[in-house]
Nanobody, 115 residues
């Protein structure tokens, strides 16, 4: 059974930082591309960052220079370091594991940026 469990969300003031984690089980983690998506109320889910099995990375323009995605294959975990957070970063953040036609989602973790 595949499980992706996100953690690390919470309430933070503008300009602050959070580090999200997504722990995977039930998959050969090193062979999967890993993504972070987010969905704000009333908006579509959007891709924030991704890291391939070979550790190439992609970032949405809105988070470039502020967010960093990384992976630890031995721990089967992907991270999203979020710095200089803005109120518009408020959303539920989801991780996704992708390999060819396969895709698995986590349950999400809430990030709220507010003073």
């Amino acid at each position: 059974q595949v499980q992706l469990v996100e953690s690390g969300g919470g309430l933070v003031q503008p300009g602050g930082s959070l580090r999200l984690s997504c722990a995977a089980s039930g998959i050969i983690f090193s062979g999967y591309n890993m993504d972070w998506y987010r969905q704000a109320p009333g908006k579509q889910r959007e891709l924030v960052a991704s890291i391939t099995s070979g550790s190439s990375t992609y970032y949405a323009d809105s988070v470039k220079g502020r967010f960093t995605i990384s992976r630890a294959n031995a721990e089967k975990t992907v991270y999203l370091q979020m710095n200089s957070l803005k109120p518009e970063d408020t959303a539920v953040y989801y991780c996704k594991a992708e390999r060819r036609q396969l895709g698995y989602w986590g349950q999400g973790t809430q990030v709220t940026v507010s003073s």
